[in-house]
């Protein structure tokens, strides 16, 4: 049996072109060029090395969005990736994380059911436009599997019956040994995305389209209406001015020279 | 008729953008300053694919389409004209006519490595007395039994340095002027075949270029590509879809310019704004970019008729002569709008100045294009 790999990528606005409407505060999407969200590039590639190294491994790369959504799709094949399924519904506009991971449970299990058992997900940490980090992890409950995040490296052993997984969090980082199946959520740390092969680009790709009907989910289920967070308004922060750092050999040290700066400037 | 591209053709633009962006810009000036073959961007283009994009995927390349192909040279020489032209004189002057004119058994012997770029290609035409008077050929070819042997020397090769196979043309009747000449595939290792030091030069500085020397130089006699006598319709058809490359790498390098100086006019301040509000050089500006459409249109052009088996050679040499043209223009100006700063080597267009010369030149200088454009009216 092959060893299913199932990618989960979301395009994004390219973060270095997005601006913040200052008069409406939501995101300026009008003319930025979607692309495939870093660490989901992260994700793939891990993949893609797992496939690199052993044999009968496919990989397919499940994404939710508009119809142009499909660009990270034809981008993911054109790395290496073997399947492309888009999820596209009117009706999932402006769907929160919960019914992201539900909608993408929904679609994987559909997937498995017609393929095969699936023995791996891979997932970035977060979308750099919704920076929520959730979908990763509500999707290894949906699936029931063990969940690893935050990995900034990953070993499959050679049965691909366990991985083990730095994770990289704060200050620290932790070993993780799990079996396969279960969903790893990936960092920029974790490895060096991979350029696509022109040989890829020329070939026919196999890239299918889901409805909510075609994965049996209820209209009112799903998108604003089946969500129960909503977001009320985004605006930009606003920059503070100066700022400066306590310096000192010694944690004594610098506390005591936070306290002449804070004397000198007449705040205590 | 339609411009639009189509999503291959996009996806190759916006890969080959960032790829250039990230890994050959950076390096870019340095290279020109140590006049360095950049090796490790060979072996990363070789490793997706683009060393081989137009040769067909039963010989190991990527089956891409001539635009795509073209477009990747273009957007290479945005950022840095030398590696543009080593991908180009690779797929054009010497895969392409192995593949077109070899034999079945020289294509499997050659292509894959090549179109993966594990094996690099030069083409072997200019000898010290024979530039575009290519019946002037010194360099000969005798058949001895199973052997061709080889005596001459070449010079202004590209690519030559680190190249592993070569397309080599040589006289092997000289008494039939270009007719006595034929193509032969020499090998790296070949005894008798001496890889000169690399000639320094104006422009595309880390460029390889270099003399080749045949001292008795024994090659298999299956290595003759095309029959004996062809070589010259060989070199003459192999040139014009190379033209097409060079006039993408020209395109290149004044695209490259012209949004460099843009950024400078619009972010240097002098009398109380920007400079883009002096209409002297906005206007100036309209021109060049219309130049460089105008190139694009040529160019296009060309691809279109080459792409549908149609005779091109006319279109290839007025793309070439027409954007080379324009990207020494454009170039030219551009290191003129930024005055000290355009002049100065902290900043990337004075080389692209000096890399644009070179388009006029080589693969046949503009005059060449205008004969072969003038022979076809005459």
């Not at chain 1, 590639?45 to 660009?71: C, F, R, S």
């Amino acid at each position: 049996m092959a060893f299913n790999i199932i990618v989960c990528a979301k395009q994004v606005p390219d973060s270095d072109l997005v601006r913040i409407d200052p008069k409406t505060g939501s995101i300026i999407r009008k003319g930025v060029p979607g692309v495939l969200n870093a660490d989901d590039a992260n994700a793939l590639e891990e993949a893609l090395k797992i496939k690199d190294k052993h044999d009968d491994v496919y990989i397919t790369v499940v994404t939710m969005g508009p119809p142009q959504a499909e660009e990270v799709l034809f981008e993911a094949i054109a790395k290496g990736a073997d399947e492309g399924i888009l999820i596209n519904d009117i009706a999932l506009a402006s769907s929160d994380t919960f019914v992201t991971s539900t909608v993408l449970k929904t679609a994987i299990e559909k997937w498995a059911a017609d393929n095969g058992e699936i023995s791996l997900v891979f997932a970035g940490r977060e979308a750099t436009d919704g920076d929520t980090a959730q979908v990763g992890p509500q999707l290894a409950e949906r699936l029931d599997i063990p969940q690893v995040t935050y990995a900034s490296s990953f070993e499959i052993s050679e049965d691909m019956k366990t991985v083990t997984i730095s994770r990289k969090l704060e200050g620290y980082h932790e070993e993780v040994e799990v079996n396969t199946p279960c969903l790893v959520t990936a960092i920029k740390d974790l490895n060096q995305p991979r350029y696509p092969h022109m040989h890829n680009v020329f070939a026919p790709m196999k890239i299918t389209s889901w409805n909510i009907e075609d994965l049996g989910l209820d209209a009112d289920s799903v998108g604003l209406a089946g969500s129960p967070s909503v977001v009320i308004s985004s605006f930009p922060l606003k920059k503070g001015k100066g700022g400066m750092f306590v310096e000192g050999e010694s944690g004594a040290e610098q506390a005591a020279n936070l306290l002449a700066a804070l004397k000198d400037k007449r705040i205590i | 008729m339609n411009f639009e591209l189509n999503k291959q053709q996009e996806f190759v633009v916006k890969t080959i953008r960032k790829f250039a962006e990230n890994e050959v810009k950076p390096i870019a000036a340095e290279i020109d300053e140590n006049h360095r073959f950049p090796h490790e961007t060979v072996e990363k283009m070789g490793k997706m694919g683009l060393m081989g994009l137009p040769v067909p995927r039963e010989y190991g390349g990527a089956g891409g389409d001539l635009l795509s192909y073209y477009l990747a040279i273009e957007e290479l020489g945005k950022v840095c004209a030398t590696t543009a032209v080593i991908c180009s004189a690779h797929i054009s002057l010497v895969t392409w006519p192995i593949f077109h004119f070899g034999t079945e058994q020289q294509r499997r012997k050659y292509i894959p490595d090549m179109a993966a770029g594990r094996k690099l290609g030069a083409f072997a035409l200019t000898e010290p007395n024979a530039g575009t008077d290519s019946a002037k050929q010194e360099t000969k070819a005798v058949l001895d039994g199973d052997e061709y042997v080889l005596n001459g020397i070449k010079t202004l090769i590209t690519n030559g340095g680190p190249a592993d196979v070569f397309l080599v043309f040589a006289m092997t009747d000289k008494s039939k002027k270009n007719k006595g000449i034929s193509a032969f595939i020499v090998e790296r290792e070949d005894e008798g075949f001496f890889i000169g030091e690399n000639q320094r030069k104006m422009g595309i500085c880390a460029s390889s270029t270099v003399n080749l020397t045949f001292k008795n130089c024994r090659i298999p006699k299956d290595r003759l590509v095309g029959k004996e006598g062809q070589g010259f319709k060989i070199a003459m058809q192999t040139l014009d879809g190379g033209r097409i490359g060079i006039a993408a790498q020209a395109l290149g390098i004044a695209e490259g310019a012209f949004e460099e100086a843009l950024t400078y006019l619009k972010t240097r301040k002098q009398f109380g704004g920007p400079l883009t509000r002096m209409q002297a050089l906005t206007f100036e500006m309209a021109e060049l970019k219309t130049e460089i459409e105008a190139s694009r249109g040529l160019i296009y052009h060309a691809i279109d008729l080459k792409q549908r088996g149609l005779p091109y050679s006319e279109f290839a040499s007025m793309c070439k002569l027409h954007t080379a043209e324009t990207a020494m223009r454009v170039t030219t100006r551009c290191v003129q709008f930024m005055a000290g700063y355009g002049f100065s080597k902290d900043y990337p267009v004075e080389r692209m100045m000096r890399d644009a010369k070179v388009t006029e030149i080589y693969e046949g200088t503009s005059e060449v294009q205008k004969l072969v454009i003038s022979s076809k009216f005459i």
